[in-house]
């Protein structure tokens, strides 16, 4: 994945450890590779996993995590602190690119990055194989909600956000967010058979 600094420009994190998002981006902006560096070792696991949970296709993802990133680096000379979460705002952003992708995809069948690998009955699959049954229940249930409620869903019971901030993120009210995860929390206990609470969509 592309990044806008040098790898190996310097050591470790250091001091920037405890800064926030907000003023990481603000010392990048002002030309520190480091705290670019930084900033995109803790942003690139929360972006990926939400375009995932938003696709369900990892390459599709990880293109949509770039661009997300990119478009932030971008507007990092005018970002103003104290305006916006940087995470609120990119969750916005990776959730307008996915959902162009959805639009635009043609379903010619499953990816060849997302064929399940064939597997061997070693001492401990049983329990891999039943996490990963799991994973794939919940992804294809998700997978098959309307966008909005695919979205609220994922922010509120994957990510664990609050109602006041999705709303944010999706330029909705907070009742509207409401309604949104309740339409989908049902439509998951219909597909997934009352296997829900296993989930962890309790």
Do not use: C
């Not at 592309?2 to 990481?24: I, T, V």
């Not at 696991?45 to 990119?70: C, F, K």
């Not at 959730?95 to 043609?106: E, F, P």
């Not at 064939?118 to 194989?129: F, H, K, S, Y």
Request: charged fraction near 30%; charge should be negative.
């Amino acid at each position: 994945m592309a990044m806008p600094f040098d790898q190996d420009a310097h050591g470790g994190a250091g001091a920037l450890d405890e800064a926030s998002d907000e003023a990481l981006l603000v010392l990048f902006a002002n030309g520190d590779a480091e705290a670019a560096r930084d900033l995109t070792a803790r942003l690139v696991p929360v972006i990926m996993a939400h375009a995932y949970r938003l696709l369900g296709n990892r390459a599709e993802a990880e293109d949509v995590t770039q661009e997300a990133l990119m478009r932030l680096w971008k507007i990092a000379p005018d970002w103003r602190q104290g305006e916006a979460k940087v995470t609120t705002w990119l969750y916005r952003v990776t959730a307008n690119l996915a959902t162009d992708r959805l639009r635009g995809r043609k379903r010619s069948g499953p990816p060849l990055d997302e064929v399940a690998e064939p597997v061997d009955a070693t001492p401990g699959m049983e329990a891999r194989l039943q996490t990963r049954a799991r994973a794939e229940a919940l992804q294809g249930a998700l997978g098959d909600l309307p966008e909005r409620q695919r979205q609220a869903v994922v922010l509120r019971h994957i990510e664990g956000l609050a109602n006041p901030e999705i709303a944010a993120i999706m330029e909705i009210s907070t009742e509207a967010v409401e309604s949104l995860i309740a339409r989908g929390k049902r439509a998951l206990s219909q597909a997934l058979g009352g296997r829900r609470d296993e989930l962890g969509l309790d």
